[in-house]
Nanobody
Framework: VQLVESGGGLVQAGGSQRLSCAVP????????TDWYRQAPGKQRELVAA???????NYADSVKGRFSISRDNAKNTVSLQMNSLKPEDTAVYYC??????????????WGQGTQVTVSS
């Protein structure tokens, strides 16, 4: 099972972009879903997360600029990115984690979408 991201591309500094992730219905309802990013030469880092109860958490570097949301009816998780900076340039990955039937944590990843912020 793979998640499917959309919405990446090129944007100027100060601009906005919205990423969306399609999450299978069997996964989204009871999972925590989040967005990671990985810039060239850097480790993948957690950007924002939202639980099944819609509690949210953000990396300090994006607080006040990014907003994560989920729509269980549409099976989507979105990341609204405002006031983008060149340092936000990275491949963004959608991720979901759910307690599985085998009594382990099941992890699901998207293929990634490139976000490039020009100065």
């Amino acid at each position: 099972v793979q998640l499917v991201e959309s919405g990446g591309g090129l944007v100027q500094a100060g601009g906005s972009q919205r990423l969306s992730c399609a999450v299978p219905e069997s996964i989204i309802s009871f999972s925590t879903t989040d967005w990671y990013r990985q810039a060239p030469g850097k480790q993948r880092e957690l950007v924002a997360a939202i639980t099944s109860g819609e509690s949210t958490n953000y990396a300090d570097s994006v607080k006040g600029r990014f907003s994560i949301s989920r729509d269980n009816a549409k099976n989507t998780v979105s990341l609204q990115m405002n006031s983008l900076k060149p340092e936000d340039t990275a491949v963004y990955y959608c991720h979901a984690i759910k307690w599985g039937a085998t009594l382990t944590w099941d992890n699901y990843w998207g293929q990634g979408t490139q976000v490039t912020v020009s100065s």
